[in-house]
């Protein structure tokens, strides 16, 4: 996990047989859910996928600097990279889970989850790095690039000797937020998707298990399905979130990392683990 003495990690180039494959495994899910499912439930995995997609990309985004971090040897936040966007995700969940109390406008609802991920994610940010500079006395520099692609400061200067930077340039902190707005908005989506189909389909489930002949009242489904869709939501991004910390393999400063040209294999096997892992959480109230 150290970065002293480590070279800038660069882009792994993509296995093509991989990923026709995952392509392929991907395009049978969503066949198999076209075929036996209703036709809401085959749009709902569709939106799964793409939120899976917004949240595999949206990981490669956000710094992550691990151990090295909380010694000061590499730019970043000082934690895991599921842990973080996890994080991320969950605050733009909540502020999704929210807005859809309140309106059923799709676009109001997402957008208000990407707000919520990316506002965690700024705020995440600010504090680490007041905890750089005024708690380890240590400026913001990369180790990755010699300007900052956005502001154009210089970084070697400001580097120790030995180390791979430290701190949160600014273009790292731009990714993290950027990371949270993906995370949030794709969090969002899966929870929305997977709601609409609970509803749907829990009070017929529900009533044919009960033997019951009068239809089951909305205030005894919406906690079901409310809760249903909010644990498969996290259990989704967990997954993503993981996936893409296998892909990252240590530590990423933001969108300026070499690393970051690895975003292809990410939302590739984000889009296949969602198909997955969105097929069986429809399949249990759905079929």
């Not at 956000?62 to 909380?70: I, L, T």
């Amino acid at each position: 996990m150290s970065a002293v003495g480590a070279k800038p990690g660069g882009s792994a180039g993509i296995d093509p047989v991989a990923s026709v494959v995952a392509i392929v495994l991907m395009i049978v899910m969503l066949a198999i859910m076209y075929m036996i499912g209703t036709p809401m439930a085959f749009m709902a995995l569709i939106g799964i996928v793409i939120g899976g997609v917004l949240i595999g990309f949206g990981v490669m985004f956000v710094p992550v600097g691990g151990a090295p971090a909380a010694m000061g040897q590499a730019p970043g936040i000082a934690t895991g990279v599921a842990m973080l966007a996890a994080g991320a995700g969950l605050a733009g969940l909540f502020g999704g889970a929210w807005a859809a109390q309140t309106t059923s406008n799709l676009l109001v609802i997402v957008i208000t989850g990407a707000v919520g991920g990316g506002l965690m994610m700024a705020i995440t940010c600010l504090f680490v790095n007041f905890i750089y500079v005024y708690g380890m006395g240590i400026p913001a520099a990369s180790g990755k690039v010699k300007k900052d692609p956005i502001t154009g400061d210089t970084q070697t200067e400001y580097k120790s000797q030995g180390t791979e930077g430290h701190g949160l340039p600014f273009v790292s902190y731009v990714g993290g937020v950027i990371g949270g707005l993906f995370g949030g908005a794709g969090g969002t989506l899966i929870y929305i998707m997977l709601l609409d189909v609970y509803e749907e389909s829990l009070p017929a489930m529900m009533q044919a298990q009960s033997g019951q002949l009068l239809p089951i009242p909305a205030a005894q489904i919406m906690p079901i399905a409310v809760t249903l869709a909010g644990m498969f939501a996290i259990g989704l991004f967990l997954v993503n979130a993981v996936l893409a910390a296998y892909n990252i393999t240590g530590t990423i400063e933001g969108p300026h990392d070499p690393k970051f040209k690895r975003w292809p294999r990410a939302v590739i096997a984000s889009a296949t683990a969602s198909a997955l892992v969105g097929l069986v959480a429809i399949m249990i109230v759905a079929l």
